[in-house]
T-cell receptor, first 111, second 113 residues
């Protein structure tokens, strides 16, 4: 069974710092990787996706992928209190139309 | 806005009663999904559909059935609700021509007493 692992947290960072969220996956054939943000009581919303090894930047967010280590991360620069949420990592395999989600990491940005 | 509407948004029911949750989309997407989200378990796939009358099971399908008679509607049915099915249920769509990402509805909170 495909597994996606995340530290549950909570991860606390001061405002303005870099938050680093990590995710590992078990299926070496996984090809697409997604990060979602979920505020309490709300639905998940897509932040970023990445397919190729290396870094992908979008504003204050950077996704990093290392397929050899089966590891994907999300960096949030200049963290703001509004970034406080649970971050979900999701993975899909080649030719798959399903996403497998991790349990999420709760991030708290302290003013 | 992915044009997804879930109904009802909140429901309280009793053990043994049937329950149907509805997911409605306005943009003619082929793929639709039902997930449940529980503390300590994250999001888990119940069933998904890849077209009208085409459905398949996810990892936690026991006790659930689905139907898709029209492109825009994907129904999730609990034939006889149990307390273990108390959860938040999310419908999602995979937008055509995208890179595989899913977009979620606002969720339906179900409590089975």
């Amino acid at each position: 069974q495909k597994e996606v692992e995340q530290n549950s947290g909570p991860l606390s960072v001061p405002e303005g710092a870099i938050a680093s969220l990590n995710c590992t996956y078990s299926d070496r054939g996984s090809q697409s990787f997604f990060w979602y943000r979920q505020y309490s009581g709300k639905s998940p919303e897509l932040i970023m996706f990445i397919y190729s090894n290396g870094d992908k930047e979008d504003g204050r967010f950077t996704a990093q992928l290392n397929k050899a280590s089966q590891y994907v991360s999300l960096l949030i620069r200049d963290s703001q209190p509004s970034d406080s949420a649970t971050y979900l990592c999701a993975v899909s395999g080649a030719g798959s139309y399903q996403l497998t989600f991790g349990k999420g990491t709760k991030l708290s940005v302290i003013p | 806005d992915a044009g997804i509407t879930q109904s009802p948004r909140h429901k309280v029911t009793e053990t043994g009663t049937p329950v149907t949750l509805r997911c409605h989309q306005t943009e003619n997407h082929r793929y639709m999904y039902w997930y449940r989200q529980d503390p300590g378990h994250g999001l888990r796939l119940i069933h998904y559909s890849y077209g009208v009358k085409d459905t398949d099971k996810g990892e936690v399908s026991d006790g659930y059935s689905v139907s898709r008679s029209k492109t825009e509607d994907f129904l999730l049915t609990l034939e006889s609700a149990t307390s273990s099915q108390t959860s938040v249920y999310f419908c999602a769509i995979r937008a055509s021509g995208t890179d595989g990402e899913l977009f979620f509805g606002e969720g339906s909170r179900l409590t089975v007493l």
